[in-house]
Nanobody, 118 residues
Framework: QAQPVESGGGLVQPGGSLRLTCTAS????????MKWYRQAPGKGREMVAS???????TYSPSVEGRFVISRDNSIQQVYLQMNDIVPEDAAVYYC????????????WGQGTQVTVSS
């Protein structure tokens, strides 16, 4: 299903930074809207940030001003730069690739764990 692969998670201290990477293997990657979701223990999956094919970005209010989403179409990657991390950012972060053509062109990664600890 052309599943994307996340990397870059790990242990980070409050106030620190991480950069997550999502690597896609889809044909016509440049036409996909790329999104980052996260799911903390006991909570539902939350959309964190998205970047459309035209570069338009959206953010959850909980991360706006701290996180930055970007993409490099030449190597089929999308990034989430996480700055000023707080304990509430701890979650499994998932990458989603959405062609906008229904479920047959919507792919999820397996996730990467972000742990926040002093």
């Amino acid at each position: 299903q052309a599943q994307p692969v996340e990397s870059g998670g790990g242990l980070v201290q409050p106030g620190g930074s991480l950069r997550l990477t999502c690597t896609a293997s889809t044909i016509a990657f440049e036409y996909y809207s790329m999104k980052w979701y996260r799911q903390a223990p006991g909570k539902g999956r939350e959309m964190v940030a998205s970047i459309a094919d035209d570069g338009h970005k959206t953010y959850s209010p909980s991360v706006e001003g701290r996180f930055v989403i970007s993409r490099d179409n030449s190597i089929q990657q999308v990034y989430l730069q996480m700055n000023d991390i707080v304990p509430e950012d701890a979650a499994v972060y998932y990458c989603n690739a959405d062609r906008g053509l229904g479920d047959s062109r919507n792919y999820w990664g397996q996730g990467t764990q972000v742990t926040v600890s002093s």
